[in-house]
Nanobody, 117 residues
Framework: QVQLVESGGGLVQAGGSLRLSCAAS?????MGWYRQAPGKQRELVAHINSIGTTNYADSVKGRFTISRGAAKNTVVLQMNGLLPEDTAVYYC??????????????WGQGTQVTVSS
C-alpha cells in the first residue's frame, strides 16, 4: 500500500499560478495528477514516469508542467495561466503504464483548486 499526501491547493484569480506537490510513502514508478470538477468525471491532467517522460491533457498543455521533485518519490504540478475551468479537486496518484496507457493504482485524498474569474 502506497500513501500519497498532496499539498498546495487554494484559491487564485484567473491568470494566476499554483504549485501542487505530492509525496509518496514508498518507491514509485509513474506518478500523475487527475482532477474532478463538480458534476464532471475525473480526468487525467498529466503523468510522468521514472525517467521523466511526460504526458499532458490537451486542455493543460503549455500551461501546466509536471516534474519529479527534489525529494525522492515526490511529484510537482506547476500550474500557470489558470482558468476558471481548471477549478476542481486535484488528486495525486501512482501506477503503471500498460499498453501506452497510464493506469493509476494508489490515490491521494485530493486538494481543492479554485480559480475565480
Amino acid at each position: 500500500q502506497v500513501q500519497l499526501v498532496e499539498s498546495g491547493g487554494g484559491l487564485v484569480q484567473a491568470g494566476g499560478s499554483l504549485r501542487l506537490s505530492c509525496a509518496a510513502s514508498s518507491s514509485t514508478n509513474t506518478m500523475g495528477w487527475y482532477r474532478q470538477a463538480p458534476g464532471k468525471q475525473r480526468e487525467l491532467v498529466a503523468h510522468i514516469n521514472s525517467i521523466g517522460t511526460t504526458n499532458y491533457a490537451d486542455s493543460v498543455k503549455g500551461r501546466f508542467t509536471i516534474s519529479r521533485g527534489a525529494a525522492k518519490n515526490t511529484v510537482v504540478l506547476q500550474m500557470n495561466g489558470l482558468l476558471p475551468e481548471d477549478t476542481a479537486v486535484y488528486y495525486c496518484n501512482t501506477g503503471a503504464i500498460v499498453s501506452s496507457r497510464y493506469i493509476p493504482v494508489y490515490w491521494g485524498q485530493g486538494t481543492q483548486v479554485t480559480v475565480s474569474s
